[in-house]
């Protein structure tokens, strides 16, 4: 086994501490006794999370960023989970064109994707609807479901299903008994990984948002041009103690490692 050396070593702690300083400094914030943003703080105080109760308006558009993600993740999944097993199993003419059109969100920029959006939306009369925001936000999500469900799908072996088929299962039944658990660490961790991206998503939101659909990150950003004090840092300290608990408790019934890397047991 080659072990890191002193550089090595040290670029590892500089790397960490670039990572993880920033959200530091925002839980530290958050904590603040003061009425403007103070590092470290003079004190300890709750006064900003109590804050937050004195403050509808975040609390509901956590609400609808919760909701989105969870919709949203979950539609992108419905149509990745039968592109993937199509792209990754079988060949047929315009396989590439398909996968590429499945990927093309990730190339396009957020801002354009936000006017195309909107423009969208108006013509089909859900502009600033939760419906038309949650197909927005599919749209922008279904790739990153698609890559690890993919990479499921390429790794799984076939044997095993030819196996069933031999010995008399219907198609339905090696679905549901063998690749469907086969390739569930893809599933889960592409589901997990696109709630994360719809619920930090704010360029495209941006456009195509009213106030009954204003998500967290909207509402973060328009607070931060009004006014900036430490309310933005409990809210902030709140979602991340939030997605610290999510990775944690799916670390210790799935494993991080086979949901990002979409590996079957």
Known sequence: MISNGRYSLLFNALFTLFMVGPLVVVIGVSFTPTGYLEFPPSGLSLRWFA???????????AWVSLKLGVASATVSTIVAVPAALAIGREKFSGREALQALFLSPLTVPTVVLGIAFLRLLSVLELNGTFVGLMLCHAIIITPFVLRLVLSS??????SIEKAAISLGASNLTVFRRITMPLIMPGIVGGWVLAFITSFDELTVTVFI???ST????????????????????????????????????????YGLDRLLMGESK
């Open 51 to 61: 804050a937050i109760l004195d403050n509808p308006d975040f609390i509901d558009a």
């Open 153 to 158: 799908v390429v790794g799984m072996d076939r």
């Open 209 to 211: 948002v009213n106030p």
């Open 214 to 253: 204003t998500t967290l990150p909207v509402r973060l950003f328009s607070h931060i041009t009004q006014t900036t004090d430490p309310l933005i840092a409990s809210v902030s300290t709140i979602v991340i103690l939030f997605t610290v608990a999510l990775m944690l408790l799916i670390n210790r019934f």
